[in-house]
């Protein structure tokens, strides 16, 4: 099963180790599915959960925050979009989102973010919340 995580979900997983984001980053690691990214994603990725302004809140240290980079880096499946979508024109940076989704097949975009939610799916790719990914992923394993 491949799926794009958005930035928000590997964030909050940071902040919240016990929180459904938490179990999907968990999951992951376990290989219960692909993670697809792009290189605009990973760049936002990094940048976010090194920002010094979020740093406090996460609840990872140094030392695993690298170790969870790295394992992003080497990981994740990197598509390469093809194409610009710009549908989303509230957060403009959401679109990179749906074109990785998109160049990298994925099934999945799971999000916290409210304007990829209201979208519900975008050219056959389901966008759910992370609370409905853990479910999704608790019946594929049952």
């Known amino acids: 099963m491949e799926v794009v995580l958005d930035t928000n979900v590997a964030v909050s997983a940071a902040i919240n180790p016990k929180g459904p984001p938490a179990q999907i980053i968990k999951a992951w690691r376990a290989q219960s599915f692909t993670w697809v990214t792009s290189e605009s994603l990973l760049v936002e990725l990094e940048r976010t959960l090194r920002a010094p302004r979020l740093r406090r809140y996460i609840a990872w240290g ?4 690298n170790e969870f980079l790295a394992a992003v880096h080497q990981l994740t499946r990197i598509a390469s979009p093809t194409r610009t979508i710009n549908i989303i024109t509230s957060d403009p940076a959401d679109n990179r989102v749906l ?3 998109v160049a990298g097949g994925a099934e999945y975009i799971v999000s916290g973010d409210q304007a990829l939610l209201e979208l519900g ?11 409905r990914f853990t479910a999704i992923l608790a019946e594929r394993s049952s």
């Open 99 to 101: 074109e990785a989704a």
């Open 121 to 131: 799916a975008f050219e056959g790719v389901q966008i759910v919340t992370p609370a």
């Open 62 to 65: 140094d030392n695993e925050l």
